[in-house]
C-alpha cells in the first residue's frame, strides 16, 4: 500500500520559513520522481517543486530562488524548505510521485495547510 504522508505545514508571518516534509512508504522511492504541488484557494492545482529519481531539480518562477526541494532517499522523504513566504504562497501543499510505469503523479498525499499572514 502506498502512502505519501505530509508534514510542516502551518501559519507563519509573511518573510518567514516553514520547512515541509513528505514520508513515503510502499513504493521504490530512489525510483520515483517527486513532486510538491499546491493549491491555492480558487485557483488550479500547480507543480511549485520536481526532484527527480537523479536528483534535477525544476521550480515553478513565482518560487525560484525561495523554495528548496530536496530528497533523502536513505528516509524515504521529499522536502520543501520555503523561505521568505509570502500571502500569495497560502495553498494546501500536496506532494507526490511519479513513478516509471504508473501514470504522471499517481500517487498523493493528503495534503498540509500552509498559511501565510501578511
Known amino acids: 500500500q502506498v502512502q505519501l504522508v505530509e508534514s510542516g505545514g502551518g501559519l507563519v508571518q509573511a518573510g518567514g520559513s516553514l520547512r515541509l516534509s513528505c514520508a513515503a512508504s510502499?513504493?521504490?522511492?530512489?525510483?520515483?520522481?517527486m513532486g510538491w504541488h499546491r493549491q491555492c484557494p480558487g485557483k488550479p492545482r500547480e507543480l511549485v517543486a520536481y526532484?527527480?529519481?537523479?536528483?534535477?531539480?525544476n521550480y515553478l518562477d513565482s518560487v525560484k530562488g525561495r523554495f528548496t526541494i530536496s530528497r533523502d532517499n536513505a528516509k524515504n522523504t521529499v522536502y520543501l524548505q520555503m523561505n521568505v513566504l509570502q500571502a500569495e504562497d497560502t495553498a494546501v501543499y500536496y506532494c507526490?510521485?511519479?513513478?516509471?510505469?504508473?501514470?504522471?503523479?499517481?500517487?498523493w498525499g493528503q495534503g498540509t495547510q500552509v498559511t501565510v499572514s501578511s
Open positions: 507526490a510521485a511519479d513513478l516509471p510505469g504508473r501514470p504522471t503523479w499517481d500517487y
Open positions: 510502499g513504493i521504490i522511492f530512489s525510483a520515483a520522481n
Open positions: 526532484i527527480s529519481h537523479g536528483g534535477e531539480t
